[in-house]
């Protein structure tokens, strides 16, 4: 998919980087298994890193997106509890994420979501169009339309997080991966439902 070359290309080109990162963090003079370092700096891989670096303005959007339809009236109140859920669990996850990247000593996450819309919705991400399109609109298409960015917003944040799971070898960011899958695929079919009674 296009998704896995989007993922692979910066990995390679990272690779040595990030190899560097794991050798300097886990030297022979370490103990094996410390008990009191966290396990966001043991052992990580080029697909830990970019799973932080892209996850990061990944979930920024998904909190912009929350911000503008709860500054919007007359949204249906589901969508409103969403949005706020939204905010809640993504807002931790971000923080969270960027701790790890400085853990392991690896450049920052972009600040801007709209830096990995260029790929259109590859990844979920919306463009600035979807993004104007979203703060224009009203009431129940304003409901709607959010409802609908956001299942492809969820399901490009699933795939990635597969892609964690699958390629990643960080214990904290294995583990963040997949509570994402879970409880991000129950979102998307909470949409789903919203949107056929709509």
């Known amino acids: ?28 003079s370490a103990p094996p298994q410390s008990t009191t370092s966290s396990s966001v700096t043991e052992d990580f891989n080029s697909a830990d890193v970019m799973f932080a670096q892209m ?8 909190v912009e997106m ?24 993504q807002q931790p996850e971000i923080d969270a994420l960027n701790g ?3 853990a392991w000593g690896m450049p920052p996450a972009a600040t801007d979501g709209m830096d990995m819309g260029h790929g259109g919705h590859m990844d979920g991400m919306m463009t600035e169009e979807d993004m104007a399109a979203l703060d224009a609109a009203t009431g129940t298409e304003a409901s709607r339309l959010f409802l609908e960015q956001m299942i492809v917003h969820h399901e490009g944040a699933v795939e990635m997080a597969q892609l964690q799971v699958d390629s990643g070898v960080n214990p904290d960011a294995v583990t963040m991966a997949q ?3 879970d409880a991000q695929n129950v979102e998307i079919e909470t949409m789903r439902e919203i949107l056929q009674s709509l």
């Open 55 to 62: 996850m990061v303005p990944h979930h920024v959007q998904a």
């Open 66 to 89: 929350s911000d503008v339809i709860l500054a919007k009236e007359g949204i249906d109140p589901r969508v409103v509890t969403l949005a706020e859920e939204i905010k809640a669990a």
């Open 100 to 102: 790890m990247i400085e």
């Open 1 to 28: 998919m296009k998704l896995r070359t989007f993922f692979v290309i910066p990995a390679i080109l990272t690779a040595s980087l990030v190899l560097a990162g794991c050798t300097a963090g886990s030297g022979a």
């Open 179 to 181: 509570a994402i899958i």
